[in-house]
């Protein structure tokens, strides 16, 4: 049987993800580039896979712009579609 105290600390481990801020809209970014691999690489997981909305927690405007720089680095070879 697991102490309430414990229990209580998981939860404070693990954060919110609905609590997360867009980092693009925190940085006023307005376009993303596809070219850069650096902005990109935070939001793509292991598999190649978009992470969704959820867990990145980036806004529905650049979520859209998200999927669509991932989608064309992967046409032009610049991102592998899986692993």
């Not at 049987?1 to 925190?26: H, I, T, V």
């Not at 850069?36 to 712009?65: A, E, M, T, W």
């Amino acid at each position: 049987m697991a102490s309430p105290s414990r229990s209580s600390q998981k939860q404070q481990q693990r954060g919110d993800p609905r609590l997360k801020k867009c980092a693009f809209c925190e940085s006023g970014t307005a376009h993303i580039d596809y070219k850069d691999y650096g902005v990109l690489k935070p939001f793509i997981d292991y598999f190649g896979n978009i992470r969704s909305r959820y867990y990145s927690g980036v806004c529905l405007r650049h979520q859209k712009k998200l999927r669509e720089a991932v989608e064309r680095a992967r046409f032009l070879g610049m991102l592998a579609y899986r692993k």
